[in-house]
């Protein structure tokens, strides 16, 4: 993903991953939200982590 599409100030962090059936689940539900915050808030320093955690859950609310 392309780090200026991430700091968007409307851009949602979402996964397109299943939730969790009998201990199943698509790579994507568990992976998503810990490359943001890999990538984009502790290695490149894009956003801060108040700004992701936002974009993960509160910001699809407004």
Do not use: C
Not at 40 to 61: D, P, W
Request: charged share 15%; no cysteine; glycine share 6%.
């Amino acid at each position: 993903m392309n780090a200026w599409l991430v700091v968007q100030p409307n851009l949602i962090i979402a996964s397109d991953g299943i939730p969790f059936v009998d201990g199943l689940s698509h790579p994507h539900s568990a992976g998503t939200f810990a490359r943001i915050l890999g990538q984009y808030v502790r290695e490149k320093k894009r956003l801060t982590l108040m700004q992701a955690l936002a974009k993960m859950t509160i910001v699809s609310a407004m």
